[in-house]
């Protein structure tokens, strides 16, 4: 499987198509729900493709963040990315293809917008694949075109550095257990001599 990040203006025509027909396909065909998939905000958005032998076979998009107008309390500051329209075809599902496109959409995303929350809007029965990639629900779930999601974030971990404490009369203790097995060791090798 190929991984690609493209901007909108990247993306060829063919490109473009597949990727409109499969979001089709997937949110209003298959999940029955007629909605208006193609908004004004693929323009702004990188478009995360999986092909596999030359076939799309996944897509998220990814929201930059000063185009992003969801907000988080974890982050309430300032803006943050998201990942949206995350969808994998039917027949290449729990092969870890979702879970393949999402590392890499994350990671993209700390590369490109540094250590910041990643929000995403979540259908509810995807909530153990989506907390199995650390995010964590946040606020309380919402039909969204007739289907329950619920938001999630990503939030950054930070790194906690643990001193190491040097006890002086641990060190202490050691040093003189050492110094015993070494002369224990000496008075043996001398009484094996004799």
Do not use: W
């Amino acid at each position: 499987m190929e991984l690609v990040v493209k901007k909108f203006e990247e993306l060829t025509t063919e490109e473009l198509y597949e990727l409109l027909k499969i979001r089709v396909e997937v949110f209003v065909v298959e999940q029955n729900c007629p909605y208006q998939d193609m908004d004004e905000v693929d323009f702004d958005c990188l478009h995360l493709v999986a092909h596999q032998n030359e076939a799309l076979i996944g897509y998220c998009r990814i929201i930059p963040p000063q185009f992003n107008q969801k907000r988080s309390s974890v982050n309430p500051s300032g803006p943050i990315p998201a990942i949206g329209r995350v969808l994998v075809l039917a027949e290449h599902r729990g092969y870890g293809v979702a879970r393949q496109m999402m590392l890499e959409a994350i990671k993209y995303c700390r590369k490109k917008y540094g250590k910041k929350t990643i929000i995403i809007s979540a259908q509810t029965y995807l909530l153990n694949f989506y907390e199995s990639l650390g995010f964590i629900v946040e606020g309380e779930r919402y039909l969204e075109d007739g289907i329950e999601h619920v938001t999630m974030v990503l939030p950054v971990i930070k790194k906690v550095k643990v001193k190491k404490e040097s006890s002086g009369m641990v060190s202490s203790i050691l040093s003189f257990l050492l110094l015993i097995l070494a002369l224990l060791f000496i008075v043996g090798l001398v009484y094996l001599m004799v």
